[in-house]
Antibody, heavy 120, light 107 residues
Framework: QVQLQESGPGLVKPSETLSLTCTVSGVSITNYYWSWIRQPPGKGLEWIGYIYYTGSTNSNPSLKSRVTISMDAPTNQLSLRLSSVTAADTAVYYCARCSYGSGWYVADHWGQGSLVTVSS | SYELTQAPSVSVSSGQTAIITCSGD??????ASWYQQRPGQSPLLIIY???KRPSGIPERFSGSISGNTATLTISGAQALDEADYYC??????????FGGGTRLTVL
């Protein structure tokens, strides 16, 4: 079955770059859209951005200038980089496989999430 | 920017029907999806394309849309349905948008 596992540093200093990897198993990443979604402690979900296997990406307008999403087909991994982080970027970060159709786009498989704390 | 609005909390007696709503401009022209997030767990897709259930989602979960409001209905709510529920839609300009979430309490 499809499994996603986020990994990366749990602590990042302010102004530095947050980097996370999502390792996918059970399906090739070249067949779907993939999203990064985050959730600050005690708060709701916020979509960060997505990447398609063609390399096409799109990001939340509020984060676009700081977000880089990439994929590596040979290792079946996705990556997220978020630059110039502040305490407001402290959150659980999820990667998710996405399915889509005409007018709809949903995250139908999620990783367990990775807590990233921004603090000096 | 496009926004989806949900009530922060809803409570329902065990065995009764829970109704959770999500509203947004022109939501009726888009498709709504719903996610369940139990405490300490990742979100789970329970409804997509307004009313379709993924494989394995119980029939007591149903979705509908009327005008600018999408509705998630949980028939015969159980203690294990106590969770946060998020609506989500696709907006052509902002791509993926989530509602603020509704915490369901089963009494």
């Amino acid at each position: 079955q499809v499994q996603l596992q986020e990994s990366g540093p749990g602590l990042v200093k302010p102004s530095e770059t947050l980097s996370l990897t999502c390792t996918v198993s059970g399906v090739s990443i070249t067949n779907y859209y993939w999203s990064w979604i985050r959730q600050p402690p005690g708060k709701g979900l916020e979509w960060i951005g997505y990447i398609y296997y063609t390399g096409s990406t799109n990001s939340n307008p509020s984060l676009k200038s700081r977000v880089t999403i990439s994929m590596d087909a040979p290792t079946n991994q996705l990556s997220l980089r978020l630059s110039s982080v502040t305490a407001a970027d402290t959150a659980v970060y999820y990667c998710a496989r996405c399915s889509y159709g005409s007018g709809w786009y949903v995250a139908d498989h999620w990783g367990q999430g990775s807590l990233v704390t921004v603090s000096s | 920017s496009y926004e989806l609005t949900q009530a922060p909390s809803v409570s329902v007696s065990s065995g009764q029907t829970a109704i959770i709503t999500c509203s947004g401009d022109n939501l009726g022209d888009k498709y709504a999806s719903w996610y369940q997030q139990r405490p300490g767990q990742s979100p789970l897709l329970i409804i997509y394309e307004d009313s379709k259930r993924p494989s394995g989602i119980p029939e007591r979960f149903s979705g509908s849309i009327s005008g600018n409001t999408a509705t998630l209905t949980i028939s015969g709510a159980q203690a294990l349905d106590e969770a946060d529920y998020y609506c989500q839609a696709w907006d052509s300009r902002q791509a993926v948008v989530f509602g603020g979430g509704t915490r369901l309490t089963v009494l």
